[in-house]
């Protein structure tokens, strides 16, 4: 263990070096992920800004497919953060693991520079091998599915062969069967069909099933873990509860993806399917603020560090009023009729998806740096510490400010392209000049530059946090152990 | 099965839906604190937020013309009950996961770990 404060490598172990590779790519691609956002935010005020040089569609792949690629990334590196903590072992094949990790980055700069340097051409097999598969959300070649299918399974192999050798805890057990859903559920999204419905059928499957249903089961092992690195949570309690999430999301996940499947041409019955368990919702929400409050009655809340603590408080918030209020206003099909694929989507997604997936993400982050710094100090009367609270105000500033002006849009995109107009080719762009939706994208915009100056001093926060600081952490003696 | 919603009563559906996540939250958050500080007094405030949730779930039901349908009709009596019942159950969930001594030489949760 070196210098508390220093960042050395010989604080970590064989998997968490690995991990913090992974890190260091995930926080460029989510900066990425914000540049190209700012640019299609751009577009939007003004068509003409980049036409022809980088244009709005190619923005807003990279936009979102980066943040695909950044959280997979933050997911799979807090996977190896924890792999030799929670198994007892060094991770198995870690040399694979390496290899695997420039292959993985060496192919997400080759995407995203064939993304960049060939935006228009004909549409042909060669192009869905080569370029663009086309798909939305997951338009990376047929190659580089194929490449990440086989990076998730090599994934698999260190995860399971290490929990394997090693001591297979509930946490280990609940990653391992995820992992096969991980590389499984994406083949979904691999093979062509010339049925639009089944082909959207089967997309659903890697979006819904793949990015919400496997990720959220991820997340929930990584917060089973932080719970028990930052507040020093009894494993049995967190890990009964990691299994209860997992039932649930077998009895109610899977099928509740019925409310995507209301306007693809799928059967009817999917209108039953997925509007009962729209409705029902709300529940497992409702039952969450009923143990995050038993909990933090009975753990006082009593840090090790606070802006990871800070980070997976975010995340239940962001988790509960991204995916549970903004899902649900439009969820039933009565309305979702409406304002699917309009910009409450877009506002949906974008508190959604940060509120449940980057919040985990960053907490890790600081976790991770607590541990390469030699166990630094994080709590009260932090050296420095406006930074990652002005961090997290900002990025929340920001994104609580872009997804009212996406509101807003979607709001009025709804009535007037959808309900008036009938959704024609000329309801949707009287709708786009509607001064509401140009007023909702202008505050989008704002709240983009509020997010980009927040992204900014967490990156900056992440390279300081603790550098100045020579006192040590004390760590709880299960979370040391893994007991 | 589907009867979309009348254009002056998208902001009504959308409000209402909000709302039932809202005070559904705020039965569940004032129920919980009731049991964990053990102050009864809070527990008529939790069941009026869960009067609120139910005047949220009917007024959504009528502006979103679920109460044409036998079906959707059923599913808002199950939100009813669900929302009702769902801070009970998971009380339940809680004190019994929580219920067990820490294992020998682990030292209870409620610890400061950190220097003060």
Redesign the interface.
């Known amino acids: 263990m070196s210098a508390l404060g220093i960042l050395s490598n010989a604080n970590l172990n064989g998997g968490q070096k690995l991990a913090v590779k992974y890190f260091s790519v995930a926080v460029a691609l989510f900066g990425a992920q914000v540049l190209f956002g700012l640019l299609a935010g751009i577009q939007y005020l003004n068509p003409d800004f980049l036409f022809g040089i980088l244009d709005f569609s190619v923005n807003r792949m990279l936009h979102i497919n980066a943040m695909v690629v950044w959280l997979l990334f933050g997911f799979i590196g807090s996977v190896y953060w924890l792999l030799e903590d929670e198994s007892g072992v060094p991770v198995v094949g870690l040399w694979l693991g390496n290899l695997i990790f420039w292959i993985f980055t060496l192919a997400v700069v080759v995407v995203v520079l064939v993304y960049l340097l060939i935006q228009v051409g004909p549409g042909e097999l060669k192009s869905i091998w080569l370029i663009n598969e086309g798909r939305e959300y997951i338009e990376a070649p047929r190659w580089a599915d194929i490449g990440i299918v086989v990076c998730v399974l090599a994934f698999f192999y260190n995860v399971a062969a290490t929990f394997a050798k090693g001591r297979f805890t509930g946490v280990g057990g609940v990653l391992v069967l995820d992992l096969i859903a991980l590389a499984g559920l994406y083949l979904a999204g691999m093979w062509y069909t010339p049925n639009i419905s089944m082909d959207q059928h089967w997309w659903w499957w890697v979006i819904h099933l793949w990015v919400e249903a496997t990720w959220e089961v991820l997340v929930g092992c990584l917060m089973a873990y932080g719970l028990i690195k930052t507040?020093?949570?009894?494993r049995?309690?967190v890990e009964?509860?990691l299994y209860?999430e997992v039932a649930l999301m077998f009895g109610s996940g899977i099928l509740g993806l019925g409310h995507h499947y209301f306007w693809i041409g799928t059967p009817?019955y999917w209108?039953?399917i997925g509007?009962?368990f729209s409705?029902?919702e709300?529940?497992p929400?409702?039952?969450m603020?009923?143990?995050a409050?038993?909990?933090?009655?009975?753990?006082?809340l009593?840090?090790?560090n606070n802006p990871a603590l800070a980070w997976i408080i975010a995340q239940a918030f962001g988790n509960?009023f991204g995916a549970?209020?903004w899902g649900?206003?439009?969820?039933?099909?009565?309305?979702n009729?409406?304002t699917h694929g309009t910009q409450w989507t877009a506002s949906h997604g974008h508190l959604a998806f940060f509120g449940a997936y980057a919040t985990m993400v960053i907490a890790f982050l600081y976790i991770a740096i607590q541990r390469w710094r030699g166990g630094v100090?994080m709590?009260?009367n932090l050296v420095g510490a406006w930074k990652w609270k002005w961090a997290i105000f900002l990025l929340h500033l920001g994104m609580i400010t872009m997804v009212m002006g996406l509101l807003i849009a979607g709001?009025e995109q709804?009535?007037i392209e959808r309900?008036?107009g009938g959704s024609d080719w000329v309801a949707y762009f009287t709708a786009q000049a509607h001064r509401w939706f140009v007023q909702g994208m202008f505050w989008r915009q704002v709240g983009g530059w509020l997010f980009a100056a927040g992204f900014v001093l967490l990156a900056w926060d992440l390279m300081t946090i603790g550098k100045r600081e020579t006192?040590?952490?004390?760590?709880?003696?299960?979370?040391e152990t893994g007991? | 099965?589907?009867?979309?919603?009348a254009?002056a009563n998208?902001f009504t559906?959308?409000f209402s839906?909000?709302m039932?996540?809202?005070t559904?939250?705020l039965?569940?958050?004032l129920?919980?604190?009731s049991?964990?500080?053990g102050a009864p007094r809070l527990m008529p405030l939790a069941y009026g937020a869960y009067l609120g949730l139910c005047v949220s779930v009917l007024t959504?039901a009528q502006a979103?013309?679920?109460f044409n349908n036998t079906?959707?009709t059923a599913?808002?009596g199950?939100?009813l009950v669900?929302?009702l019942v769902?801070?009970h159950?998971?009380?339940h969930?809680?004190v019994g996961?929580?219920a067990?001594a820490?294992?020998a030489?682990?030292?209870p949760?409620?610890?400061?770990?950190?220097?003060p």
């Open positions: 507040m020093g949570v009894r049995k309690i009964t509860w209860i009817e209108f039953t509007g009962f409705a029902l709300p529940i929400l409702v039952a603020v009923v143990h409050v038993f909990d933090a009655g009975h753990h006082k009593k840090s090790t509960f549970g209020v649900f206003m439009h969820t039933l099909p009565q309305i009729l409406y100090y709590s009260g709001y709804s009535q309900a008036i006192r040590p952490a004390l760590q709880h003696p299960a979370a007991a | 099965m589907i009867e979309p919603v254009l998208f559906v959308f839906a909000a039932v996540i809202m559904g939250a039965y569940a958050l129920f919980a604190f049991r964990v500080r959504l979103a013309n679920l079906f959707w599913i808002v199950l939100m669900g929302y769902a801070p159950a998971i009380w969930l809680c996961t929580h067990e820490p294992p030489g682990e030292p949760s409620a610890k400061i770990f950190q220097q």
